[in-house]
């Protein structure tokens, strides 16, 4: 069955850098999306960031949200059947669970709906 586990969670001091992993198994490796959401206590989930598999391919696509731009890289390795989401220059409200999700979709779903999730990961950003 699908599966997506993330993980690099940890607690960061403000201003640092943290890689997250969310590693994909039990689809074929050639047609996704694959997106990072993160959700703080008593907020809404937020999408961040969004990769697809035909990135490269001419229609792939590659989305950020307007609060992590300049900050987070999301990329992904296909011999580990992996994406990653490098975030750089972090701030205390970047504080919350991450969580990864595929979308059996060519490219990013415009309304960040995703079929199915992953556990999460907790990033604490202290100031």
């Known amino acids: 069955q699908v599966q997506l586990v993330e993980s690099g969670g940890t607690l960061v001091q403000s201003g640092g850098s943290l890689t997250l992993s969310c590693e994909a198994s039990?689809?074929?490796?050639?047609?996704?999306?694959i997106g990072w959401f993160r959700q703080a206590p008593g907020k809404e989930r937020e999408g961040v960031s969004c990769?697809?598999?035909?990135?490269?391919?001419?229609?792939?696509?590659?989305v950020y949200a307007d609060s992590v731009k300049g900050r987070f890289t999301i990329s992904r390795d296909n011999a580990k059947k992996t994406v990653y989401l490098q975030m750089n220059n972090l701030k205390p409200e970047d504080t919350a669970v991450y969580h990864c999700?595929?979308?059996?979709?060519?490219?990013?779903?415009?309304?960040?709906?995703?079929?199915?999730w992953g556990q999460g990961t907790q990033v604490t950003v202290s100031s």
């Open positions: 039990g689809f074929t490796w050639d047609h996704w999306a």
């Open positions: 999700a595929v979308e059996f979709a060519p490219s990013c779903p415009v309304a960040w709906t995703y079929d199915f």
């Open positions: 990769i697809s598999s035909a990135v490269g391919r001419g229609d792939g696509s590659i």
